[in-house]
């Protein structure tokens, strides 16, 4: 029990997923002072961060230097970083109960939700989530069929990834050629015939999820004017009360307002932002060709209702940004209506009833909502409920940390450490600055482990 932990038997905690949430658990459990805590955070991939590394845009830098901090957490002696272990077949259930008195599963949200329409199977339709993949650098993407030589791209949704994927999208080359965009992404991008990109919400301005920030950059671009119908910026009386006492939601319609007064500037790119249009079927022979779309009016809850008038749009792509979605862990509990590990503020529930000694954090515990930080007080109130059950855990039976790496080794895993990543890490900043660019990514892991461990 407890009371028989000390800095000679620790509490042994294994994260699994080395994204924000993982890295905010690890750093809560190390910034408290009660429990003596040695703590491990797994990722199937050889590289920590998760989206800051994979799902960031590549022209928001300032965002991803949030590494910083996470790498702090990392070299923190009772943390240990074990990369390129996949939880299911490096490691099991099983084995996390031999050598560890509770786990947290922070393994976010990997999959996408679908369209459910006809045509969606098409070549050159695919979810945005597989595009920022792509660009990013992700070894599962970097082999994608991206085909940019239509005029017209339709993007589905009003979150920031799909702002992020129309932003990237509409810029030059040159502008992209100082980011640390994927080496495969760039030449594909620099050749795009692309002209028209169609941002499509179902329903008003007062629904749309991105923000002010965001929305805002899109009229700032170099090479891209911005379209706006003065027609769909019309509230009805719900919206309009909806958004009253918002002042980030009246400042999106604001943005939008100026956006539809501006005239044309003839710049080589257009960003037409629809609202009140569903897609009801891309259509193509072989490959996207068109996306049709329904105009919708919004019903007394302000759900979209289609109008029975339809638009068809020329587009060679179509990209659907219409929300995350976890998948389940081997022998882990999952609400696949949700999407989520069902638990109870973080405490995870196996048929109703608590799990002792198994916990939850981030996108995989409440869904995919919010931005990085909100991941910290997420991981954090999971920790106070891990940190309250720790006199009453039943502590495992091999605890040492050299039983894991042992155990790895035995079934010939190359797991990566935080030195091996730190290695890796100074060699695509070293390439990146060789070329005026934050770093230059290695996308494949064969080539990962190569310089990590060569």
Same mark, same amino acid.
């Given at each position: #029990?407890?009371?028989?932990?000390?800095?000679?038997?620790?509490?042994?905690?294994?994260?699994?997923?080395?994204?924000?949430?993982?890295?905010?658990?690890?750093?809560?459990?190390? @910034? %408290?002072?009660?429990?003596?805590?040695?703590?491990?955070?797994?990722?199937?991939?050889?590289?920590?961060?998760?989206?800051?590394?994979?799902?960031?845009?590549?022209?928001?830098?300032?965002?991803?230097?949030?590494? @910083?901090? #996470? %790498?702090?957490?990392?070299?923190?002696?009772?943390?240990?970083?074990?990369?390129?272990?996949?939880?299911?077949?490096?490691?099991?259930?099983?084995?996390?109960?031999?050598?560890?008195?509770?786990?947290?599963?922070? $393994?976010?949200?990997?999959?996408?939700?679908?369209?459910?329409?006809?045509?969606?199977?098409?070549?050159?339709?695919?979810?945005?989530?597989?595009?920022?993949?792509?660009?990013?650098?992700?070894?599962?993407?970097?082999?994608?069929?991206?085909?940019?030589?239509?005029?017209? =791209?339709? =993007?589905?949704? #009003?979150?920031?990834?799909?702002?992020?994927?129309? *932003?990237?999208?509409?810029?030059?080359?040159?502008?992209?050629?100082?980011?640390?965009?994927?080496?495969?992404?760039?030449?594909?991008?620099?050749?795009?015939?692309?002209?028209?990109?169609?941002?499509?919400?179902?329903?008003?301005? &007062?629904?749309?999820?991105?923000?002010?920030?965001?929305?805002?950059?899109?009229?700032?671009?170099?090479? &891209?004017?911005?379209?706006?119908?003065?027609?769909?910026?019309?509230?009805?009386?719900?919206?309009?009360?909806?958004?009253?006492?918002?002042?980030?939601?009246?400042?999106?319609?604001? $943005?939008?307002?100026?956006?539809?007064?501006?005239?044309?500037?003839?710049?080589?790119?257009?960003?037409?932002?629809?609202?009140?249009?569903?897609?009801?079927?891309?259509?193509?022979?072989?490959?996207?060709?068109?996306?049709?779309?329904?105009?919708?009016?919004?019903?007394?809850?302000?759900?979209?209702?289609?109008?029975?008038?339809?638009?068809?749009?020329?587009?060679?792509?179509?990209?659907?940004?219409?929300?995350? @979605?976890?998948?389940?862990?081997?022998?882990?509990?999952?609400?696949?209506?949700?999407?989520?590990?069902?638990?109870?503020?973080?405490?995870?529930?196996?048929?109703?009833?608590?799990?002792?000694?198994?916990?939850?954090?981030?996108?995989?515990? *409440?869904?995919?909502?919010?931005?990085?930080?909100?991941?910290?007080?997420?991981?954090?109130?999971?920790? @106070?409920?891990?940190?309250?059950?720790?006199?009453?855990?039943?502590?495992?039976?091999?605890?040492?940390?050299?039983?894991?790496?042992?155990?790895?080794?035995?079934?010939?895993?190359?797991?990566?450490?935080?030195?091996?990543?730190?290695?890796?890490?100074?060699?695509?900043?070293?390439?990146? %600055?060789?070329?005026?660019?934050?770093?230059?990514?290695?996308?494949?892991?064969?080539? #990962?482990?190569?310089?990590?461990?060569?």
């Amino acid at each position: #029990m407890a009371e028989q932990l000390d800095v000679n038997r620790p509490l042994r905690v294994a994260v699994i997923g080395a994204g924000p949430s993982g890295i905010y658990a690890a750093e809560a459990l190390i @910034k %408290q002072g009660e429990v003596a805590v040695s703590v491990d955070v797994f990722d199937r991939l050889p590289t920590p961060y998760g989206l800051v590394r994979y799902g960031v845009a590549p022209d928001h830098q300032t965002i991803k230097s949030v590494t @910083k901090v #996470m %790498q702090k957490v990392l070299q923190d002696p009772r943390v240990r970083f074990l990369g390129n272990v996949e939880y299911g077949r490096d490691l099991t259930y099983a084995d996390l109960k031999r050598h560890y008195d509770a786990v947290v599963y922070t $393994v976010g949200a990997s999959s996408d939700r679908h369209l459910n329409i006809p045509g969606e199977e098409l070549p050159g339709s695919l979810s945005a989530t597989e595009f920022v993949a792509w660009y990013n650098g992700h070894p599962d993407y970097q082999n994608l069929d991206i085909r940019l030589d239509g005029q017209g =791209v339709a =993007v589905v949704g #009003m979150g920031n990834v799909a702002v992020d994927v129309t *932003r990237i999208l509409a810029k030059t080359a040159e502008e992209l050629g100082r980011t640390d965009i994927a080496d495969h992404a760039l030449p594909v991008l620099a050749q795009s015939q692309v002209t028209d990109i169609y941002m499509l919400g179902r329903r008003g301005p &007062a629904q749309a999820k991105f923000t002010t920030k965001e929305l805002r950059e899109l009229g700032e671009l170099l090479n &891209a004017d911005v379209l706006v119908r003065p027609e769909e910026l019309e509230l009805d009386e719900k919206s309009a009360a909806s958004i009253a006492h918002d002042p980030a939601l009246l400042k999106n319609l604001e $943005v939008l307002r100026e956006f539809a007064a501006r005239p044309l500037s003839g710049k080589p790119r257009r960003i037409h932002i629809r609202f009140f249009v569903s897609p009801v079927a891309i259509l193509g022979e072989g490959r996207v060709q068109k996306i049709r779309l329904e105009k919708n009016r919004l019903d007394e809850n302000l759900n979209a209702v289609g109008t029975g008038q339809f638009e068809e749009l020329e587009v060679g792509m179509v990209l659907r940004s219409v929300g995350y @979605k976890g998948v389940p862990l081997p022998e882990v509990p999952f609400d696949s209506r949700k999407g989520v590990i069902p638990n109870q503020g973080g405490r995870v529930l196996r048929e109703g009833q608590v799990a002792l000694g198994e916990y939850t954090a981030g996108w995989i515990k *409440r869904g995919p909502s919010g931005v990085i930080g909100t991941n910290k007080a997420d991981a954090t109130e999971t920790i @106070k409920l891990l940190l309250e059950d720790a006199p009453s855990l039943p502590l495992a039976p091999e605890p040492s940390p050299e039983a894991v790496t042992q155990l790895l080794q035995l079934r010939g895993v190359r797991y990566v450490t935080l030195e091996h990543w730190l290695k890796l890490d100074q060699h695509e900043c070293a390439q990146g %600055q060789a070329q005026g660019r934050p770093r230059v990514k290695v996308t494949s892991i064969a080539k #990962m482990l190569e310089l990590a461990q060569g």
